[in-house]
Every structure is written in C-alpha cells, then in structure tokens.
C-alpha cells in the first residue's frame, strides 16, 4: 500500500521509479548523470541545425514531452509518430496550425504489417499515476514490470511502419535528429535504421528497456559508425563523427 501511495506522489510531481532490474544496461554506457536531457535538447537546437527530425513515441505531444517547446521554438520540421489512436488525436490537438508539424499514426516495426500493442485500459488509468499513459508496448509483460494488473491491460491493433518507409513517405533525405522512446522497441528500430540508411542524424533513445544482446549489437553497430555516445539518465545520446564538440 505505501509503495502505491508513494508512486502516485512520485507521478504528481513528473516523475516516475523505474525498478532495479531495468537499469542493469547501465553497464554498457558512460554516464553523463550530472546533466539533464532538457540541458542537451538546448545545446542540440542552439549549435546545430536542426532542420528536420523524427519522434517515435510522441503520446499527446506534452505528457513527459522533451521536444514541444524546442519544435515550437525553432520551426523545425517534424514528424512525430504515435501508434495509440487516442493519444494520437490529443497530439495533433496539441501541435494544431503548425505547418512544420507532420503526424504518423503508426508504430515504427522492422517490417510494415499489422500488429497487436499492449496498453492499459482507459477505464483503469486513474488507478496509476500519469506515467502508464506512456508505456504501450508489444509485450505485456513491460506493463507488468511497471506494476500495471493483468486485467487492467488490454490490446489494440495497430498499423506499423518500418523506418526506411516513414524517411520515404515524408521525403526526409537529411534527417537532423532521431528521437525514440519505444518502450523496450527502440533497439529493434535502431538496428533497422541504422542497416539501412546511410544518413547520420543526432540520436537520442531511451535504452533502459532494451534486452541486453539487442542493446550490445546496437552499440557495435553506433561506434562501427563513428558515432560517440554517452547516457543521460534513461537516454543515450549518439552523436556522429561530423560533430567534433558537443560539452
């Protein structure tokens, strides 16, 4: 009862635990702790242009949110993708008469077809604090692991996209920025991206959730690519070899 109480107290004031289990990939990273992700989106969009970039994993486009304010602020042409319909709807609203602004209601997949999400039910939210409104996943037990009921969740089908077909249908040729938070998929989708485009864009990921083998084939593949990368909390940031100085 008390850990429930305090979770709820946690998620009030914007914050969320994550249990011990999930941050075990820390190992496999240096840690830039000291900093905060708001700190390096500022640095991002002031030192570099940043003229087109894609979030996976947008919500309502505020709840949690890193990139309002900076996509506002400097006119950057986006695309921001979101997988849950109702989400989705309340992104749009939240992002409304901004021509930069471009929307993807699909998940991000390694191939194009249809696939089941997992999400907790509309009626049960308000017995969790606001971080399960961001923790939709293609495994259950992801929800579980956040202390979500097995009968609280529930399973929607989704339409999917693969990365090489989003740069595709929004023409994107000189991507600036890459930003995901997948909810343990972000691995998935990185290895994707980076097997099959040769573009070179900032990349920020939550990599807490992703399995270790995913995790360390991902990391093989960002520094055979001449990227250096370091963590900020639950993000990694992955910064090509065509930026010589960052901090």
Excluded: W
């Excluded at 986006?78 to 998940?107: C, G, M, R, T």
Aim: a positive charge; aromatic letters at 10%; hydrophobic letters at 40%.
């Amino acid at each position: 009862m008390f850990k429930k109480i305090f979770k709820k107290i946690v998620g009030l004031l914007g914050y969320k635990l994550v249990e011990k289990n999930l941050i075990k990939n820390r190992r496999f990273v240096n840690s830039k702790s000291f900093l905060n992700l708001n700190f390096i989106l500022k640095k991002v969009f002031k030192d570099h242009k940043i003229n087109c970039l894609i979030q996976i994993g947008a919500n309502d486009g505020q709840r949690f949110d890193e990139l309002n304010k900076f996509i506002k602020e400097y006119k950057t042409k986006s695309v921001l993708v979101e997988p849950i319909i109702e989400y989705f709807e309340d992104l749009k609203k939240n992002y409304q008469n901004l021509e930069n602004v471009h929307f993807e209601n699909s998940a991000i997949t390694v191939d194009n077809e249809e696939k089941e999400i997992f999400l907790v039910n509309k009626k049960n939210l308000e017995n969790y604090d606001e971080h399960v409104r961001g923790i939709s996943s293609f495994n259950k037990d992801h929800l579980i692991k956040h202390g979500v009921k097995s009968n609280h969740v529930i399973k929607k089908k989704i339409n999917c996209i693969s990365i090489s077909n989003l740069l595709k249908k929004y023409n994107i040729s000189n991507l600036d920025l890459l930003f995901i938070d997948a909810e343990g998929y972000d691995g998935d989708i990185l290895i994707d991206f980076l097997n099959n485009s040769k573009q070179e864009p900032i990349i920020i990921f939550e990599y807490v959730h992703i399995k270790n083998d995913i995790l360390q084939n991902l990391i093989n593949k960002i520094i055979s690519r001449n990227y250096s990368y370091f963590d900020i909390n639950e993000n990694l940031i992955c910064l090509p070899n065509k930026i010589e100085k960052f901090l």
